[in-house]
């Protein structure tokens, strides 16, 4: 890596995250919060997950965020460092606690999913362009952000405005919708969702997403009222994703996964595809990307995944259509050292 600038400039990285990261507690079994007797302790955060991802897959990358000055606030920055992320510009604060969180087993999505946040007043909340690192975090060939920010306070709301600015030495601006309904308490979601998604320059969301926060229905409709992104990816769950990218769409089938956990697989699917585009690789392949990372962290309980090697993930985005059509990815599949077994057929 090299500086740019001052002496004292950070160093460029590929990817810079900013954002809020908090302990995750994750239950010992399935069942209510309430009949869950105990916890084992992870992290969580939508930006760390993904420079965590991408740090594993070789990319130099940095997280930018606020922590208290607690024993959660340790583990945070000890954890995502442990990945090789740089952390040094992460600030903690006397004043305020590190997030935490509890959820129950199972797909989010489900109806008796539950997740109990303890976030209001973290220190992340407090995060402004005043007390935070914006050299480092605009030292980077990628910014990554996402609503989830936007969404803790007016101050991280004005953060992100600042980052995205245009101007001179602004780097490609990765923007995740990331929309959490219950940080919206005055509606203004889909409004500031809206204006920071047309500000960027590589746009993720997804389908239902885009359908519950703008009454958008299709990957069509989301291109005809997002025109403005250079890049934007339309996830559509099981089905793949689509891309908007070029002048023309391209839709990318995804494998079929044994699915352990459905929790981080979008964040990941941001980090395989960023990792591509880094890279230079073809549109397709950028998804196909996208699609193995995620495919790595819905075969293992957490949040994170130890992403498939390279040269692994190379061959199998490589594989001709209908080879890839019977893709099917469990368990392990990403420690096989030829993984001959990584495509199974009907």
């Known amino acids: 890596m090299t500086a740019t600038g001052p002496c004292n400039a950070p160093d460029v990285v590929d990817v810079v995250a900013l954002g809020e990261s908090m302990v995750a507690f994750l239950p010992s079994r399935p069942g209510r919060l309430a009949d869950v007797p105990s916890f084992d302790r992870a992290i969580g955060g939508a930006e760390s997950n993904v420079v965590c991802a991408l740090a594993a897959a070789g990319h130099p990358a940095r997280w930018v965020s606020r922590v208290g000055a607690d024993g959660f606030g340790d583990h945070l920055v000890e954890t995502v460092g442990s990945y090789g992320v740089d952390v040094t510009s992460v600030r903690r604060d006397a004043g305020r606690p590190t997030g935490v969180y509890f959820r129950t087993a199972g797909d989010r999505a489900a109806d008796d999913h539950e997740v109990a946040y303890y976030r209001a007043g973290s220190a992340a909340s407090a995060m402004s362009a005043g007390n935070t690192d914006l050299a480092a975090v605009r030292a980077g060939r990628v910014l990554h952000l996402t609503g989830i920010t936007a969404a803790l306070s ?10 995205m600015a245009p101007g001179p030495g602004r780097p490609l601006i990765s923007f995740d919708v990331n929309h959490r309904p219950g940080l919206w308490q005055d509606g203004a979601g889909p409004r500031v969702l809206r204006e920071l998604a047309r500000g960027a320059d ?103 995944a130890v992403p498939p090697p390279r040269d692994l993930a190379d061959r199998l985005a490589a594989l001709d259509e209908e080879t890839w059509g019977t893709l099917r990815l469990g ?8 993984a001959p077994e990584e495509v199974r057929t009907p």
Request: aromatic content about 6%; some cysteine.
């Open 154 to 163: 007016d101050d991280c709301l004005g953060l992100l405005r600042e980052a």
């Open 202 to 304: 590589l746009v993720f969301v997804g389908e239902d997403e885009a359908e519950q926060v703008w009454d958008l229905r299709g990957a069509d409709a989301v291109r005809a009222a997002f025109p403005d992104p250079e890049v934007l990816v339309v996830k559509q769950g099981s089905r793949g994703a689509t891309v908007f990218a070029e002048g023309s769409a391209h839709h990318v089938p995804a494998p079929r996964v044994d699915v352990v956990a459905a929790v981080g697989a979008g964040d990941a699917f941001a980090a395989g595809f960023l990792s591509a585009t880094l890279r230079g690789l073809p549109v397709r392949e950028r998804l196909r990307h996208g699609h193995l990372m995620a495919a790595a962290t819905l075969t293992v309980p957490g949040d994170l």
């Open 331 to 338: 368990p392990g599949w990403t420690q096989a050292a030829q």
